[in-house]
């Protein structure tokens, strides 16, 4: 039997999985994240042998946080991972000896939700991530859009007022304020700010960081669920000019802090609502959490690998 590897490369960790032909995960693989972008081959190649058990590759999908050139298999360039024009694909074809596809993580994210998750049957997806930064991709007809190539880098349209600089060097882009590193600075300041209140409690043993703060709210701290309300609403504002350039027929949001769910989705909607354009005559498009959760980035990178394998055949 031949193994479908999908492999995630994020800004924090390196995500493996073998999956079936349905996209179910049968057995994962994860590490740190290669500090350097030009062992970003190597660091895949040392999965696909646990992965493998012994059978030969019948397709290896990669998605990495950034732009990469789909065309080419280039990983490009990106804020949370290390690299300059890295040819991913030829150095990883050359190492694991089978055919390999490259592509954004975002984009390998949203075609697993639009294949076999929460965008199933919509015609125009957009799909958006919410954790180290935002990360975006459209699948529209069945088909990721790409645009010249990079298309789907919703996280540095310049939407918010500038105030602070942005991992990729700019200021006033939307993710500065909508998310986790906005979520981590908001909760910084309240708890210099109020440095009793409940929030400073919860994390009193935890760092100030993204998952520690979700966690706190799903437990039902106030201060916390304040927090991502605040970040949800900046998001809201933002998603609201998407969809006026788009006009999707659903939008899928995931990622790490997308992940928990209604406290986050609920101030999305209402940001949403209120600032779009013509809301009276133009109702909201369909506005979900994703349901393949950490994996859905490796299980599209896999599942994108098998269409393209098949239809080059």
């Known amino acids: 039997m031949s193994a479908i590897i999908g492999v995630d490369i994020g800004g924090t960790k390196l995500l493996a999985v073998r999956i079936d032909s349905a996209g179910s995960v049968a057995q994962e693989y994860r590490t740190d994240k290669p500090d350097d972008g030009s062992m970003m081959a190597t660091a895949i190649a040392n999965a696909v042998p646990e992965l493998c058990g012994g059978d030969p590759i019948g397709a290896l999908g990669v998605g990495v946080a950034g732009l990469v050139d789909h065309k080419t298999g280039t990983f490009v360039w990106g804020p949370h991972v290390d690299g300059v024009n890295v040819s991913l694909r030829d150095e990883l074809e050359s190492v694991v000896g089978s055919r390999v596809t490259v592509d954004n993580d975002a984009n390998v994210t949203a075609f697993a939700e639009h294949r076999i998750g929460a965008g199933r049957g919509s015609s125009a997806m957009l799909m958006l991530t919410l954790g180290t930064g935002i990360g975006g991709a459209m699948v529209f007809g069945g088909e990721i859009y790409r645009g010249r190539g990079f298309a789907g880098e919703f996280g540095h349209a310049r939407l918010a007022r500038g105030d602070h600089q942005c991992e990729c060097?700019?200021?006033?882009?939307?993710?500065?304020?909508?998310?986790?590193?906005?979520?981590?600075?908001?909760?910084?300041?309240?708890?210099?700010?109020?440095?009793?209140?409940?929030?400073a409690g919860a994390l009193e043993t935890?760092?100030?960081?993204?998952?520690?703060?979700?966690?706190?709210?799903?437990?039902?701290?106030?201060?916390?669920?304040?927090?991502?309300?605040?970040?949800?609403?900046?998001?809201?504002?933002?998603?609201?000019?998407?969809?006026?350039?788009?006009?999707?027929?659903?939008?899928?949001?995931?990622?790490?802090?997308?992940s928990i769910g209604e406290l986050l989705l609920d101030p999305i909607r209402r940001s949403t609502g209120a600032a779009r354009y013509a809301g009276a005559h133009n109702p909201l498009p369909t506005i979900v959490g994703a349901e393949l959760g950490e994996h859905a980035g490796a299980i599209g990178a896999g599942l994108l690998a098998v269409e393209e394998r098949a239809a080059d055949e």
């Not at 986790?180 to 909760?187: D, I, K, N, V, Y």
């Not at 201060?223 to 350039?245: K, P």
């Open 206 to 258: 935890r760092p100030v960081a993204g998952p520690a703060i979700s966690a706190a709210a799903v437990a039902g701290d106030p201060q916390a669920i304040a927090l991502i309300a605040q970040v949800g609403e900046a998001f809201g504002h933002g998603l609201a000019s998407v969809i006026t350039m788009f006009d999707p027929d659903r939008i899928v949001i995931g990622g790490g802090l997308g």
């Open 169 to 199: 060097g700019q200021r006033g882009c939307w993710e500065t304020e909508a998310a986790g590193p906005a979520l981590e600075r908001l909760a910084r300041e309240l708890i210099e700010s109020d440095p009793h209140g409940s929030l």
